[in-house]
C-alpha cells in the first residue's frame, strides 16, 4: 500500500547500525545550553515537588524548550514548529484537566511528540524510533557535553566561582533580613514563602534530572539520528498470485462476516433482547475486544503486503490499490460496529474512563485506517508517519476538551435521575474536573458523593484543591473551577447519606 507502512522484519540490529545512524560529528555544547538547562533544572526544582501536577509542569516544560532552541534555531521549519507547538499543546493539558490518568498521557504525549519533533522520521520505523529518541538521547550526548566543558573549564570556573559567590552572600542577606522583617510584621511573613527543607532532596534530584533531560533534548537538536537507515529496505516482491489470493479469501471474509452478521453487528437492544441467553456484557465487551483486535491485525496485513506486493505494472498497482482498498472499507465497517457496541453497553451500564478512552482509541484506529486509504492513492506516503503522531497527540487533545471525568460524571448523574442509579463509588474515585457535574445532583447524595471524593470536598477553596496544590505552581483550571464552585455551594457534612 505504502512504502512507509513496512512492518520491522528485516531490520538489521540497533546496535550494529548505532554509529551510522547517530555518527559522533565532533561537536561540542553550545555556549548558552549549560546554563539554560540549569535554569530548567532551577524551574522545575521549586515548582514541581511540592505542587500536583499543574501550571509547573507547564513552565518547566517551557523551560526545557528554551535549553533546545540554540540548538534548533537554524533548522527551524514547519515541521519543528508545529510538532513542537502539539507538545505545548499537551503540556497546557496538564494545566486544565485534573484527572491524574490524563495528565499522565498527556506528558507521556508530550515527550513523544516533541522526541519526534527533534528527530522525525519518514518511515513507520523511523517515526516509531524517533518518538523515543530523548531517552536514547541522554547517554548519547556524554561525549558532546565532556567536549564543550573542558574546552570552557578555565572561563567557566572562574564565571561559576564568582556566580557562587553572589548566590550566597545574596541568599545570607535575604534569609536574615527576611526572617527580621518577617518576625517584626505578620502582613509580611505571610508573603514569605514557606521552604520545607524536607524536600530539599527531592529539589536536588528534580534538578539534577530536569537539567540532564534539557542536555538530552538540546543534543537531540543539535545532531538528530538517521532512523529511517534502520527501516526495512523493500524486500523481494513476490508473485502477485501469492499475495492477491490470500487478500481476496480475507476481504470475502470480511463481507461474510458484515453481512451475515449485520443484525448482530448494528442489532443493539433488539439483537440483545431477542437473542436467549445473551446479555449486554456478553454482547458488547467480547465483541468490542475482538473487534477491536481484528483493526490491529489489518493493519499489520496491509503492512505486511505492501511490503511484499510488486508494483511494476499498471495492473499490479491496480490489484494492489483495489485489494487492500476494500480490505480497508471493510475494516472502517468493523471499526464502526466496534464502536456501536460500546455505545450500547455505556447506554445500558452508564459511563467509566476506561469505555470512555477506548472510544477514543478505537476512533484513533479508524483515523488511521482512513490514513492507509489515502496513502494507496499513490502507494507512497512519506506523510504518513508524521500524520500518526500528530494524530495520536490529536486524539489526546480532543479527550481533553472532552474534559472525561466530567463527561462521565455528566453521563451518569443524567443516568441516575433518569433510574435512580448511581455507582456513588466510583463517582467519589474521580477528579476535581467531575465537581461540576456532580453538582448537579440532588442532596443528599450530592453532599455524600462530595465528601466521600479524594479531596473531601467540604466546600471551602483549601479543601478542594487538596492533594496538594500549592500557590501558582500547583494552579489548575479543573482545581480552580471546583473550589470556586464549592466556595459558593459548600457540601453539607450534617446530611444523613443514604445507604
Known amino acids: 500500500m505504502t512504502d512507509a507502512v513496512m512492518p520491522v522484519m528485516g531490520a538489521a540490529p540497533l546496535g550494529a547500525e548505532l554509529t551510522r545512524v547517530w555518527p559522533d560529528h565532533g561537536r561540542e555544547i553550545r555556549r548558552p545550553v549549560p546554563a539554560l538547562a540549569l535554569l530548567a533544572g532551577a524551574v522545575a526544582a521549586v515548582l514541581v515537588p511540592d505542587a500536583t501536577p499543574g501550571l509547573g509542569i507547564l513552565l518547566t516544560g517551557l523551560a526545557v524548550g528554551a535549553t533546545v532552541l540554540p540548538t534548533v534555531r537554524t533548522r527551524l521549519g514547519v515541521h519543528e514548529v508545529a510538532f513542537a507547538g502539539l507538545g505545548v499543546a499537551l503540556l497546557t493539558a496538564v494545566a486544565v484537566r485534573d484527572a491524574p490518568w490524563f495528565v499522565a498521557l498527556c506528558m507521556l504525549g508530550a515527550a513523544g511528540v516533541a522526541s519526534f519533533a527533534l528527530a522525525p522520521?519518514?518511515?513507520l520505523v523511523g517515526g516509531l524510533l524517533g518518538g523515543v529518541s530523548l531517552p536514547l538521547?541522554?547517554?548519547?550526548?556524554?561525549?558532546?557535553?565532556?567536549?564543550?566543558?573542558?574546552?570552557?573549564?578555565?572561563?567557566?570556573?572562574?564565571?561559576?566561582?564568582?556566580?557562587?559567590?553572589?548566590?550566597?552572600?545574596?541568599?545570607?542577606?535575604?534569609?536574615?533580613?527576611?526572617?527580621?522583617?518577617?518576625?517584626?510584621?505578620?502582613?509580611?511573613?505571610?508573603?514569605?514563602?514557606?521552604?520545607?527543607?524536607?524536600?530539599?532532596?527531592v529539589r536536588v534530584v528534580t534538578l539534577g534530572f530536569v537539567a540532564g533531560v534539557a542536555v538530552a533534548a538540546a543534543f537531540l537538536g543539535d545532531a538528530p539520528p538517521s532512523w529511517d537507515v534502520v527501516a526495512p529496505r523493500p524486500a523481494r516482491p513476490v508473485r502477485m498470485v501469492e499475495w492477491l489470493v490470500p487478500i481476496v479469501v480475507l476481504n470475502v471474509l470480511f463481507l461474510t462476516f458484515v453481512t451475515v452478521q449485520l443484525t448482530v453487528l448494528f442489532g443493539g437492544h433488539r439483537h440483545v433482547l431477542g437473542t436467549d441467553g445473551l446479555t449486554y456484557a456478553e454482547y458488547a465487551r467480547s465483541g468490542f475486544g475482538q473487534l477491536v483486535v481484528v483493526t490491529l491485525l489489518t493493519l499489520s496485513?496491509?503492512?505486511?503486503?505492501?511490503?511484499?506486493?510488486?508494483?511494476?505494472?499498471?495492473?499490479?498497482?491496480?490489484?494492489?490499490?483495489?485489494?487492500?482498498?476494500?480490505?480497508?472499507?471493510?475494516?472502517?465497517?468493523?471499526?464502526?460496529?466496534?464502536?456501536?457496541?460500546?455505545?450500547?453497553?455505556?447506554?445500558?451500564?452508564?459511563?467509566?474512563?476506561?469505555?470512555?478512552f477506548m472510544n477514543a482509541f478505537e476512533t484513533w484506529l479508524g483515523v488511521l485506517v482512513v490514513l492507509v486509504l489515502l496513502a494507496g492513492i499513490r502507494l507512497r506516503a512519506r506523510w504518513l508517519a508524521g500524520a500518526v503522531v500528530a494524530t495520536a497527540g490529536a486524539t489526546l487533545l480532543v479527550l481533553g476538551a472532552v474534559n472525561p471525568d466530567d463527561f462521565v460524571a455528566d453521563r451518569n448523574v443524567d443516568r441516575y435521575l433518569a433510574t435512580g442509579k448511581l455507582d456513588v463509588g466510583y463517582l467519589q474515585a474521580l477528579s476535581a474536573d467531575a465537581v461540576p457535574a456532580v453538582d448537579r445532583l440532588p442532596e443528599p447524595m450530592r453532599s455524600c458523593v462530595l465528601l466521600g471524593m479524594s479531596g473531601g470536598f467540604d466546600g471551602s477553596a483549601g479543601s478542594a484543591n487538596a492533594g496538594g496544590v500549592v500557590g501558582f505552581s500547583g494552579w489548575n483550571l479543573g482545581r480552580a473551577r471546583a473550589a470556586d464552585l464549592l466556595?459558593?455551594?459548600?457540601?453539607?457534612?450534617?446530611?444523613?447519606?443514604?445507604?
Open 137 to 201: 538521547a541522554a547517554p548519547r550526548c556524554l561525549p558532546w557535553l565532556n567536549r564543550g566543558l573542558r574546552r570552557h573549564a578555565t572561563g567557566a570556573a572562574r564565571r561559576w566561582l564568582a556566580a557562587a559567590r553572589i548566590t550566597a552572600v545574596t541568599a545570607v542577606l535575604l534569609l536574615v533580613f527576611g526572617s527580621l522583617f518577617a518576625a517584626a510584621d505578620a502582613a509580611f511573613a505571610s508573603l514569605v514563602p514557606h521552604v520545607d527543607l524536607g524536600l530539599l532532596p
Open 121 to 123: 522520521g519518514r518511515t
Open 301 to 356: 496485513v496491509v503492512a505486511a503486503t505492501a511490503r511484499f506486493a510488486p508494483r511494476h505494472s499498471r495492473a499490479q498497482r491496480l490489484a494492489l490499490r483495489t485489494a487492500l482498498g476494500v480490505l480497508c472499507a471493510l475494516t472502517l465497517v468493523i471499526v464502526v460496529s466496534a464502536l456501536s457496541r460500546l455505545h450500547l453497553y455505556e447506554e445500558v451500564f452508564g459511563f467509566t474512563r476506561l469505555r470512555l
Open 487 to 499: 466556595d459558593r455551594h459548600p457540601a453539607d457534612s450534617a446530611l444523613t447519606c443514604p445507604t
